[in-house]
Structures are given as C-alpha cells and as structure tokens.
C-alpha cells in the first residue's frame, strides 16, 4: 500500500514537471509533417499558437505509443493520485 508520504513525493514530482496538459503530437495523426513530440501547456493538439504554451518535449529512442504514454502520464498521475486518495479515505471511514 502506498503511504501518504510516497503519494506526496509523486505529487511533488507532477508539480514541479511542465505545466499544463501534454499533448502527444504524431506525425500522420496530429499533424502531417515533422517529428513526434510532446506539446505541453495546450488544451489540444490544435492549440499550438496559444502564447501559454511551453517547450515541447523530444524524445529520442522511444517509439510512438511511448510517446502517447508519457504525455498521459502527466493527466493519467493525477487523476490516480484524487482516486488513490479517495479510496484511502473511504476505507478508512469504514
């Protein structure tokens, strides 16, 4: 079971990562030319002027599906901490 520090130390390390959602940004799906990235900062893959927008992320050596699971994981981390959270708490009410 994970203790309430180890789930702290997971959500320090989702705070302080980039801002914002990160969009997974693959050639032939999102856009037609040009390398696979992580858009951050964004609300979709077709919000690439917004002057928010931070630095994209580029991996080398990773693969496409890869890419798609890194830029969840920073939206997948944090709705399983509320969860992980929630469940502790009606367990414990129990």
Do not use: C, Y
Request: without cysteine; glycine residues 6%.
């Amino acid at each position: 079971m994970l203790t309430e520090l180890e789930l702290k130390e997971i959500e320090k390390r989702l705070n302080n990562s980039t801002k914002g959602n990160w969009i997974p940004m693959i050639e032939g799906i999102t856009h037609d030319s040009g390398s696979d990235f992580i858009m951050t900062n964004v609300k979709n893959s077709t919000d690439f002027k917004n002057p928010e927008r931070g630095n994209d992320i580029e991996l080398t050596g990773g693969t496409k599906d890869d890419i798609i699971f890194i830029a969840n994981a920073k939206q997948d981390i944090s709705k399983l901490l509320t969860e992980i959270r929630k469940l502790k708490t009606t367990a414990n009410n129990v």
